[in-house]
């Protein structure tokens, strides 16, 4: 494919690690030319990127061109956006968050002396990498104007993808299901308890929580504002090419509330973004969705809080999946970062599910889930 559309042949063919994904991709270059393979053998995932991707390029939106693909749709080729995504970009800062977050045991805006980690790649931790050397920051001031100017313009364009991408979309290409309904939030749901409650160990009254689970469902059914939903919208999906952001990542969208993708984006567990950052994301973003259509910014937050509940209970369903079962150490190590906003949900927003709020209470509570000790989520792991 990378011949016939390049007329040379790929010199080099280097992996791409794909993270979460079961995608198999590869940076192909030959002749001042570079292209993006990949390699899926889920046709429907396939077909859901392809039909969802063309719709979004024809609609101006920055998403990576598709060049060509095999008669058997397993691969195909695509733009090379580059080595740089939203997340690498603001390393620095979420570096400086992670230190404060785990030095102060989640607490926020508050000063604390903790070791410096090496490879956190920040100009003013000059001591990085020297033993016993510490310094003071604060989880508040963190991400710089920089960085924070990157997150907002992400954050800016969402409205454009949910809003432009469901007008004329066939939501019936869409992969695996065309919107987002209870079973998909019965999905996610059962996801944290399967793969996250049972395989901890951790002791709770099934049926009480389903209770709990069918009383969110419903809630969560009743919002509207609806768009594509591009479900899995966060850093490590946003490429930075020209300085521009391009998007990636978009085969599991669906219609549904725009609400989701603002809490999977600003509620990012390993992000660790103080208050004053997602407050800031969240204006930005309703700026920008009111150029669509009218927002209550009240209403919208309130809604908002059911979002983040049910996008906190699916990332630990996701990491207990790609952690204690396929043994992913990235996953395995960011555990403590997704119980650190399990403790951030507010409380007026759980006291429609008593039994859900004490689950969750034990699991912010259990040390195991802590950045207290090195290894302590491998203990976990082992037991599972």
Not at 95 to 121: E, F, H, L, N
Not at 228 to 247: H, I
Request: net charge negative; with cysteine.
């Amino acid at each position: 494919m990378f011949l016939a559309h390049f007329g040379v042949e790929a010199a080099e063919c280097t992996l791409i690690n794909g993270s979460g994904s079961n995608r198999c991709y590869s940076r192909l270059s030959g002749g001042g030319y570079s292209a993006v393979g990949v390699a899926g053998e889920d046709r429907k995932e396939n077909e859901a990127f392809l039909s969802i991707g063309a719709h979004l390029l024809a609609k101006g939106i920055r998403v990576p061109e598709v060049y060509a693909v095999s008669d058997d749709r397993s691969r195909y080729l695509q733009q090379d956006l580059g080595t740089v995504s939203l997340y690498d970009a603001v390393a620095e800062g979420r570096a400086r968050a992670s230190v404060a977050m785990a030095g102060s045991g989640c607490g926020v805006g508050k000063t604390v002396r903790c070791p410096v980690q090496s490879g956190m790649r920040t100009e003013d931790m000059s001591h990085a990498g020297r033993p016993g050397m510490e310094r003071e920051t604060t989880l508040t001031e963190a991400y710089s104007a920089d960085e924070r100017r990157l997150l907002a313009g992400a954050m800016a364009a969402l409205p454009e993808i949910q809003m432009l991408g469901a007008e004329s979309l066939d939501f019936g290409t869409v992969c695996p299901v065309p919107e987002f309904d209870r079973r998909s939030i019965m999905f996610d749901l059962n996801y944290f308890k399967y793969c996250f409650l049972k395989v901890t160990g951790m002791h709770f009254d099934e049926m009480l929580l389903e209770d709990d689970f069918e009383a969110l469902a419903d809630d969560l059914l009743s919002v509207g504002c609806k768009g594509f939903m591009y479900r899995d919208f966060q850093a490590r999906n946003v490429m930075l090419s020209g300085g521009l952001p391009y998007f990636i990542d978009f085969q599991g969208g669906r219609r549904g509330p725009v609400h989701y993708d603002v809490a999977s984006f600003v509620w990012q567990a390993k992000a660790c973004y103080p208050p004053a950052l997602k407050e800031e994301l969240i204006s930005v973003y309703l700026d920008s969705l009111r150029r669509y259509c009218p927002v209550d910014g009240a209403g919208f937050r309130d809604e908002l809080k059911l979002f983040v509940l049910l996008r906190t209970l699916q990332v630990l369903g996701a990491y207990g999946l790609r952690g204690y079962f396929e043994r992913k150490r990235h996953f395995l190590e960011s555990i403590p970062y997704a119980v650190a906003n399990v403790r951030e949900l507010p409380r007026e927003s759980m006291s429609a599910y008593p039994y859900l709020s004490e689950v969750l209470a034990a699991i912010a509570d259990d040390s195991r889930f802590s950045f207290a000790a090195e290894g302590q989520v491998n203990e976990v792991d082992s037991k599972g």
